[in-house]
């Protein structure tokens, strides 16, 4: 079974800085799919960003980007100029890519990391 | 606008009571998820249903029980017999439940507490 792992349960950063989220996971599987999602105070969970396993290209969505190791397992975040607007959980999810097979349609998730924009 | 919701957003009940949250979606999507999340633990699949009348335990479905009888109504009962009820329940749904890239939406939740 895959796990997900985030080994910081509180981060902070100033405001216009950068910061990094660490993500880390466990499987056998080749192909997949990787996302983080953001969970602000009023816990509406919202898509940051996602990233196909078989992309050797780190995603980007503006402030947001990606650095992913497939032979490391490691999927961090990276938040570039934080805003107060980005304090949130911030969770790692994956996603099997196998078709029709009992439970690949879940997301495992990571169990979280909150993320504080000091002004 | 089209969106997911849930209702109530706060419930509460007494121990030994069985309570059905509401989960409605109108982006006619086709598969639906219920998730259970608690403090430090994020979020962990109890069902999901991927077509009408259709639907498969996750990884939590003890206590729990769910239905699909219309592609935009996904409800979940907690019986009596989930031990641990009191939590955060979040709905969510995808266009399709294979494929590269599906994205699954979220509604708001609900924060079900019982006593």
């Known amino acids: 079974a895959q796990t997900v792992t985030q080994s910081q349960p509180e981060m902070s950063v100033q405001e216009a800085e950068t910061v990094t989220l660490s993500c880390t996971y466990d499987t056998s599987e080749s192909d997949y799919y990787l996302f983080w999602y953001k969970q602000p105070p009023s816990r509406q969970m919202i898509l940051v960003i996602r990233q196909e396993a078989y992309k050797q290209q780190n995603a980007t969505e503006n402030r947001f980007s990606v650095n992913f190791q497939k032979a490391a397992k490691s999927f961090s975040l990276k938040i570039s100029d934080s805003q107060l607007g980005d304090a949130a959980m911030y969770f790692c999810a994956y996603r099997s890519s196998a078709k029709i097979i009992q439970g690949a349609q879940k997301l495992v998730f990571g169990q979280g990391t909150r993320l504080t924009i000091n002004p | ?115």
């Not at chain 2, 089209?2 to 989960?23: A, M």
């Not at chain 2, 998820?33 to 699949?45: E, I, S, V």
């Not at chain 2, 259709?54 to 019986?79: M, N, W």
């Open chain 2, 1 to 115: 606008d089209g969106g997911i919701t849930q209702s109530p957003k706060y419930l509460f009940r007494k121990e030994g009571q069985n309570v059905t949250l509401s989960c409605e979606q109108n982006l006619n999507h086709d598969a639906m998820y219920w998730y259970r999340q608690d403090p430090g633990q994020g979020l962990r699949l109890i069902y999901y249903s991927q077509i009408v009348n259709d639907f498969q335990k996750g990884d939590i479905a003890e206590g729990y029980s769910v239905s699909r009888e219309k592609k935009e109504s996904f409800p979940l009962t907690v019986t009596s017999a989930q031990k641990n009820p009191t939590a955060f329940y979040l709905c969510a749904s995808s266009i399709r439940t294979a494929g590269p890239s599906y994205e699954q939406y979220f509604g708001p939740g609900t924060r079900l507490t019982v006593t």
